[in-house]
């Protein structure tokens, strides 16, 4: 069974046609989840530069060389562990605020929100 079982048509002029295409592409969305987002109030964010990925996996590579190093120092108990400990969660602090700034999609201010709009005819 679908999870989406009403159907809403809407009626768009070719300029607001092709600014909902043109923006749903930058956020490499669906034209309906597009909208499904505005609906709930969630801005979706365009989609990053294609280095972005990389340089993630990058940061990554470098997280879990962190951790290899830390588990192996823990073991022998060879450095300050606890400083150690304290770095590496600052660096997966680090990924998580560019994710959230670059990637994740933001909640809307109740103003700008399709939710809370005054209804309008056209």
Known sequence: MRKRDVHVQLWLNR???ETLSRSA???RLSQSAY???LIMGIAPKEAPPPDYY???RQ???VGTSLNQIAMKAHTL???????????FRMLKDIILKIEEAVIL???MEKEESLET???RKD
């Open 105 to 107: 999609p933001q909640k």
């Open 15 to 17: 300029k607001e046609a």
């Open 25 to 27: 592409k930058k956020c």
């Open 117 to 119: 709009s005054p209804t």
């Open 54 to 56: 990389a340089m993630m």
């Open 35 to 37: 909208l499904r987002h």
């Open 77 to 87: 108990n060879v450095i300050d562990a606890q400083r150690y400990d304290e770095s």
């Open 59 to 61: 940061i990554y590579h």
